[in-house]
């Protein structure tokens, strides 16, 4: 657009004109977006956009030439204001999501599917399930109890603490256990017979 169409425009936008304002509207938007574009981070893509900015823009300027009378004497005073208002409006809107950045931390990776979950796959809970009926079998009666507080994630101390048994006690325990469990699951291995 020609100096001179813009200087048409701007005396038309200044008597209130709404086709000339869209006019202008249209012929600054792309330039005013891509000084928002310029100064916004990466980080606040998320939360606002160059054109958000620029329409808060206009909508104050169309409230300026319309209510407040403004009038600017040619159409480089009005690209100047335009650009600095656009830079006051980001500005504004960078700190009004300063405090949203600076809580939001980012998600844990996702898992193969793209999902993740806090609970353990069913498989894995399966396997679990398992493993502590395998437990529980080898388990004598009277160590039952130290199994399931083990179970629940309390500590040696906390176990023999609410079993009246000696910390090292609670430890013999659990490596008995577990001897016993590595014994039974060890694979049998054939013994050759001698063919004499």
Known sequence: MSTDSLHALLDRLTRGDNAAAEQVFRTYEPYLRKVVRRQLPTRLRAKFDSVDVVQSVWADV?????????HFPDVAHLRAFLIKLTRHRFIDRVRQHHTALERERPLPPAGPDGLTSPEPPPSEVAQADELW???????????QEVLRLKRQGLSAREVADRTGLHVDSVHRVLRNLARELTRKRRPVTPVALDSR
Do not use: N, S, V
């Open 62 to 70: 169309l409230h300026g030439f319309r209510e407040a009378g403004w």
């Open 133 to 143: 009926e395998q437990l529980l079998m080898l388990c004598p009666p009277e160590h």
